[in-house]
């Protein structure tokens, strides 16, 4: 069975603050891509990276940070000197690699994430 | 550029009635989704089509809800009859799939979503 789980439901911080988003996945696959979207207020999601399992090599972009652990299964997700505009709900997926006409994203359930100022 | 525009923004509609949910995916895309959000259930993906083909509608919760897409640029989410149960957000997502075959990888492009309210 592939499940994604993120354990923290709501985050509160004040702006400056380092905050990270736990992702643990599990899945039979050997090879898979992960995803974080953030979902800001106004609604849509939105995409912000995607990892495939080969590469366990961590991602800087500007604040944000992710840190790929095959060997626990995590996919983490650091925001660095928050700021409010960071405030929003942001999901974890899972998918297989190659799934025939498979395509389901396996979502978490989000962490709604509050950055005060 | 138009990102994938999805309409009406909210629907509030009394239970029993036909309730019909449009999207315009991204120009170019031969991907496109239909999501339902709810907070009890997450994200949960109801149909997909790829070319304008229904691909998987596994998702589909019952014979009520049934989706079309008979161009590249349109779809629509239509239940008939409503039912309260079926408030949530819906939204709409699209994508290029640049492989035939399984095309997992591809980022999805969301649409701001239906706030859709059954009385």
């Known amino acids: 069975a592939q499940k994604v789980t993120q354990a923290q439901t709501e985050i509160s911080v004040v702006e400056k603050e380092d905050v990270t988003l736990d992702c643990v996945y599990e899945?039979?696959?050997?090879?898979?891509?992960l995803f974080w979207y953030k979902q800001p207020p106004s609604g849509e999601l939105v995409f912000l990276i995607r990892?495939?399992?080969?590469d366990e090599q961590n991602e800087i972009s500007g604040r944000y940070s992710w840190n790929f652990q095959k060997s626990t299964s995590s996919f983490n997700f650091t925001i660095t000197a928050s700021q409010v505009v960071d405030s929003a709900v942001y999901f974890c997926a899972l998918t297989p690699y190659n799934a025939g006409n498979n395509r389901k994203l396996i979502w978490g359930l989000g962490t709604s994430l509050a950055v005060n100022p | 550029d138009a990102g994938v525009i999805q309409s009406p923004r909210h629907e509030v509609t009394e239970m029993g009635q036909e309730v019909t949910l449009r999207c315009k995916p991204i120009?170019?895309?031969?991907?496109l989704f239909w999501y339902r959000q709810t907070m009890m259930r997450g994200l949960e993906l109801l149909i997909y089509?790829?070319?304008?083909?229904?691909?998987?509608d596994s998702g589909m919760p019952e014979d009520r809800f049934s989706a079309k897409m008979p161009n590249a640029s349109f779809s629509t989410l239509k239940i008939q009859p409503s039912e309260p149960r079926d408030s949530a957000v819906y939204f709409c997502?699209?994508?290029?799939?640049?492989?035939?075959?399984?095309?997992?990888?591809?980022?999805?492009?969301f649409g701001s979503g239906t706030q859709l309210s059954v009385l």
């Open positions: 120009s170019g895309h031969n991907s």
């Open positions: 997502a699209s994508s290029l799939c640049r492989t035939t075959g399984s095309c997992t990888n591809e980022k999805l492009f």
């Open positions: 990892r495939n399992s080969f």
């Open positions: 899945t039979r696959d050997t090879t898979y891509y």
């Open positions: 089509f790829n070319n304008n083909v229904p691909i998987d």
